[in-house]
């Protein structure tokens, strides 16, 4: 149960990424709990673990998103 209260405490952690590693390290971080927390649900089929692996992809998306940054528009 140490894994559930490591990604509570990921969604509740300010998403402040002032620079770019830090983004890199936020999604890896992102996606090394949610890939732990789905082992953990494999096992118990617990909604609130799926629940918390729906939020943290979320953030993962957001923050992947921000990472490949807006398209360039033809003039």
């Known amino acids: 149960m140490d894994i559930i209260k490591k990604a509570l405490e990921f969604e509740n952690r300010k998403m402040r990424f002032p620079t770019t590693s830090d983004r890199i390290l ?15 649900y494999k096992e118990n089929k617990d909604k609130k673990i799926m ?10 998306q ?8 807006k398209p360039l528009t033809a003039a």
């Not at 090394?32 to 927390?37: A, D, K, N, Y």
């Not at 629940?51 to 993962?60: E, F, G, Q, V």
């Not at 957001?62 to 940054?69: A, D, F, T, V």
């Open 51 to 60: 629940d918390i692996m729906k939020r943290l992809t979320a953030i993962k």
């Open 26 to 40: 936020a999604a890896r971080e992102a996606k090394s709990l949610i890939l732990s927390l789905n082992e953990l």
């Open 62 to 69: 957001r923050i992947e998103k921000r990472l490949k940054g």
